[in-house]
């Protein structure tokens, strides 16, 4: 797992983390990061995928009050002045979420392409 996450963010100039990590037990379990990041930005990363995934289900639900309630989001885009935050989960089973920290300005589609695939193979 620890390849595929250095081998994204590798693949990214742009990006400064790539996390794979669990928003219920608040923990990222691996990460590929520039050596600034501390622990405690990567276990905020945790509190910030799930309240956006919490976020994006409650306006969701607002949106279509009606029946069958709409399908969570597996993918929650954080953007300001300093970066660009993707958090991708495969299901809405799982708490368990790749994320990844890149510079502002960027292509945000060949972002979540690149999040999907490899969100694929970790989780």
């Known amino acids: 797992m620890k390849q595929l996450l250095n081998a994204l963010r590798a693949s990214r100039p742009d990006c400064h983390v790539v996390a794979y ?19 405690e930005h990567l276990d905020h990363l945790c509190e910030q995928a799930a309240t956006s995934f919490d976020m ?29 935050t993707l958090f991708v989960r495969e299901s809405k089973e799982t708490s368990e979420f790749l994320c990844m920290v890149c510079a502002p300005g960027l292509e945000i589609e060949s972002l979540v392409t690149d999040g999907r695939r490899t969100s694929s193979l970790v989780l």
């Open 21 to 39: 990590g669990d928003a219920t037990a608040q923990l990222v379990l691996r990460a590929s990061h520039e050596p600034a990041y501390r622990r």
């Open 56 to 84: 994006l289900q409650s306006v969701a639900a607002t949106w279509h009050n009606q029946e069958p309630a709409p399908e969570p989001a597996r993918e929650a885009i954080v953007i300001n002045a300093k970066t660009t």
